[in-house]
């Protein structure tokens, strides 16, 4: 059963309209908001978030001239990544027209504008022809959403046979805790924040959703310590631009860096960890790619 909605949920609307000037001081080149891949431990957040791009095409198996879906595209740095060095036609799903916008502008000066459709539409809504895509991404966006098996049938019908779906996530360690973190403090302050944080679920639930909805699951791993990392990057960029932040965004920094302080902390406690899970639609006899 899915979990319903029990608390009172932010809107993440507000979040992503928020000018992209503040978040290119705390984010990578590409402006991607989801975890890096810190392969040595010591990458910075430019050289972590590409290797965790490259990682996710190497296991997944991208291509050049494949069609890939990004759902949840935030300022489309992993989209943008994957038409400028992949090659590939990446439709991109936001809520957000700011980012929609950021991102259409950075194609253009990149000369890969004609590889990049970012569309402003709730994913539920997507209209997608069957068997259009090779792939499907959701890098730190299905958090927003709860209707998390209506979506991965919508992804197994839009993919072609040979596609696979790629979710990277964060969630509790097991399901059963859902309710306890919903209660802890902090949690509605990072949901006010961030918006919609209460449809966490964990990456057992992830991987049982994905086979209801016909995937088969084929990996999954582990990368809690690379987000740590990730989110104390970001910490360590917002303390050093706060003065020029804050005074491009009063209300909202302050907003933005308690909520990067509660995520970290809740990663430090483990009681919050992230997993990228792979699941292809048919049994093809998928062979990981990536060297471990
Ligand atoms: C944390 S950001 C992740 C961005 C991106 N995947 C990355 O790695 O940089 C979450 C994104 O999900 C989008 N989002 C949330 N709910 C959505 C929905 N129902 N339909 C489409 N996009 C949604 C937000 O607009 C935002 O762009």
């Not at 989801?34 to 296991?59: H, W």
């Not at 253009?108 to 997608?128: N, P, T, W, Y």
């Not at 259009?132 to 049938?153: A, G, N, R, Y």
Request: with cysteine; glycine share 6%; hydrophobic share 40%.
């Amino acid at each position: 059963m899915p979990i319903e909605p029990q608390v009172e949920t932010g809107d993440s609307a507000v979040h992503y309209d928020t000018a992209p000037v503040l978040f290119e001081r705390m984010l990578d080149r590409n402006m991607n908001y989801s975890s890096g891949f810190y392969a040595q431990g010591d990458e910075d957040l430019d050289q972590a978030q590409i290797l965790k791009m490259d990682r996710v095409a190497a296991t997944c198996g991208f291509q050049p001239g494949q069609t890939l879906l990004d759902m949840g595209c935030g300022w489309s740095g992993p989209a943008r990544y994957y038409a400028e060095v992949h090659q590939m036609n990446v439709i991109g799903y936001t809520l957000s027209s700011v980012q929609r916008d950021f991102a259409m502008e950075k194609a253009r000066e990149r000369g890969i504008a004609e590889r990049l459709d970012i569309r402003v539409c709730s994913v539920l809504d997507a209209e997608l022809p069957d068997e259009s895509v090779d792939h499907v991404i959701f890098f730190e966006s299905i958090i927003h959403m709860w209707e998390k098996l209506e979506l991965f049938q919508l992804c197994h019908r839009a993919l072609r046979p040979s596609g696979m779906l790629f979710v990277q996530e964060s969630n509790y360690d097991r399901n059963s805790n859902t309710d306890k973190f919903r209660s802890e403090r902090g949690f509605q302050a990072v949901d006010d924040v961030f918006g919609n944080t209460a449809n966490m679920v964990s990456t057992g639930e992830m991987m049982r959703l994905m086979e209801e909805a016909g995937f088969l699951a084929c990996y999954t791993e582990n990368i809690s310590n690379h987000y740590k990392k990730t989110l104390a990057q970001w910490s360590d960029r917002l303390d050093l631009h706060a003065a020029e932040m804050e005074a491009a965004e009063p209300e909202f920094f302050p907003n933005l860096r308690r909520y990067i302080m509660l995520a970290l902390a809740t990663y430090r406690q483990e009681g919050t960890l992230c997993h990228m899970t792979a699941a292809q639609k048919t049994p093809n006899n998928w062979i990981r790619r990536t060297p471990v």
